[in-house]
């Protein structure tokens, strides 16, 4: 699934966007009360332990060819789920480090 696709199923933008080389992770706030607003605007980060963790909002973690490669709900989810299955964890920089990576690229047909 591509980034302009879940924009699609949420019917708005991002709330923020953070940039990790090639890859992006979009943050969209649910809009609980408690829920955490992430900066508006786009964040670059130079690695996984900068991924911000924004309570109650969906992360979304796409690969370098813009394909949604990992998800959760941050600190509401006991899983991050990805590609390659689901691992537990409510943010996706607890992912292990060889996964994130692997993640990171894109998958090879």
């Known amino acids: 699934m591509t980034e302009a696709r879940i ?3 949420f019917d708005r933008a991002p709330d923020q966007v953070c940039g990790l080389g090639s ?5 969209y706030r649910r809009g609980a009360i408690g829920d955490t607003r992430p900066s508006p ?3 670059t980060i130079s690695n996984m332990t900068e991924i911000p963790s924004h309570f109650g909002c969906a992360q979304l973690l796409f690969d370098t060819h813009g394909r949604l490669s990992a998800y959760t709900v941050v600190r ?7 590609r390659e299955g689901k691992f537990r964890g409510d943010n996706i920089r607890q992912l292990d ?3 994130f990576e692997r993640l990171r690229l894109p998958v090879k047909e």
């Open 97 to 99: 480090v060889t996964l």
């Open 23 to 27: 890859n992006r992770i979009v943050y």
């Open 76 to 82: 509401e989810e006991v899983s991050v789920t990805t």
């Open 41 to 43: 605007g786009f964040l």
């Open 7 to 9: 924009a699609e199923i």
